[in-house]
């Protein structure tokens, strides 16, 4: 039997046991090591949903997990194998995967219209795995996820050293994109959370500074400013933090149908703005980022606890509690 964490209602989720599935070819059988709690399976759990659009309950959930090959169909993969998993499993045949945004085509995601990743194992593609290092352990693996949401932000925003550069959210995407500009040699960047322990968390990671929104201090315009929040107060403040002909990048997932904009900001600055959903296929560069030295994504996983502790996970991801900045669900800690 399989244990898997279902969202069964507002603020409420639950262990429950499952018939195993079966494995086809070349899928792969994997014991989750670490499954990370995102900002959007928040959103499930303190709505069931986004804005108006809602989930049927139960609902399975996670899409952040490493763990070990323990069964395979697979000729790139054997059992032993320690690998981080790609939510996203595209059709190759649809329009979109032809024309290399994967992100875009249909196909299954993890929690969404495929199984989740909150529970003893789960059965996947082999074209979902990316190997490991020995060195990296499997909640560091399990950011690889949010890593590569970051990375691929920034293909689409085309930043580069030369950009100066606003964070606002710094949360495990907010941080993990700071570590990904920092790797690509961006040195101005600021960072703008309400939450002290996270900006006392960026500082530690390489933020030029880090500002409170609600403090009369603010971070200077640049020229690329992104959003990982996704709500009314941090998009008005990401406007005005654009300088002229820059780019706006939105990664927060809104717990709304709509946000407020000044258009009027936007328009004489003329400044772009740019949508992110998910990641294109980034996992395996997101791995060459972190496969020497793995130890700035250690750091953020603050609390990990086992499945039977889910309710407790998920409340202190929701408050923002303990000081947590990244929670995992590890199956093995039972």
């Known amino acids: 039997m399989n244990r898997r964490v279902l969202l069964t209602d507002i603020k409420e ?20 090591k670490a499954a990370g709690i995102c900002g959007s399976d928040l959103h499930y759990y303190r709505h069931g949903g986004l804005g108006s659009h809602k989930q049927k309950l ?16 697979s000729s790139h993969f054997k059992v032993g194998d320690r690998v981080a998993i790609e939510p996203s499993h595209p059709d190759l045949d649809d329009k979109w995967s032809l024309n290399g945004r994967h992100n875009l085509a249909s196909g299954t995601f ?7 990743c ?30 590569a949401v970051g990375f691929h932000a920034i293909n689409r925003s085309n930043v580069t050293y030369q950009d100066t550069v606003t964070i606002f959210g710094c949360g495990p995407v907010g941080l993990c994109l700071l570590l990904c500009l920092k790797k690509i040699g961006v ?53 005005k933090t654009c300088d002229t002909g820059s780019k706006l990048v939105i990664i927060g997932i809104p717990e709304t149908d709509s946000l407020e904009i000044n258009p009027h900001i936007l328009r004489t600055r003329e400044v772009d703005l740019i949508n992110i959903r998910r990641s294109d296929r980034t996992l395996h560069d997101s791995l060459k980022l972190f496969e020497n030295d793995s130890s700035e994504l250690d750091f953020l996983v603050t609390h990990e606890y086992p499945l039977s502790k889910c309710q407790k996970a998920f409340r202190v991801a929701c408050d923002y509690d303990d000081g947590v900045i990244k929670a995992v669900l590890n199956p093995s800690k039972e």
Do not use: W
């Open 13 to 32: 989720v639950t262990v429950v046991e499952e018939e195993n599935e079966t494995l086809k070819e070349n899928e792969v059988r994997v014991a989750i």
């Open 58 to 73: 139960p609902m399975q959930i996670g899409h952040e997990p490493a763990g070990e090959v323990i069964q395979s169909n």
């Open 110 to 116: 993890m929690g969404a219209n495929a199984s989740g």
């Open 118 to 147: 909150m529970a003893d194992e789960v059965v996947v593609h082999e074209t979902q795995c990316v190997s490991i290092p020995d060195n990296m352990s499997y909640p560091a693996a399990s950011l690889l996820e949010p890593v």
């Open 187 to 239: 040195t101005n960047i600021y960072c703008v959370d309400p939450l002290q322990h996270r900006r006392d968390a960026a500082l530690k990671l390489g933020a030029s500074a880090a500002y409170d929104p609600t403090s009369h201090l603010h971070p200077p315009k640049c020229s690329v400013v992104f959003d990982v929040c996704g709500t009314n107060s941090s998009f008005d403040l990401c406007v």
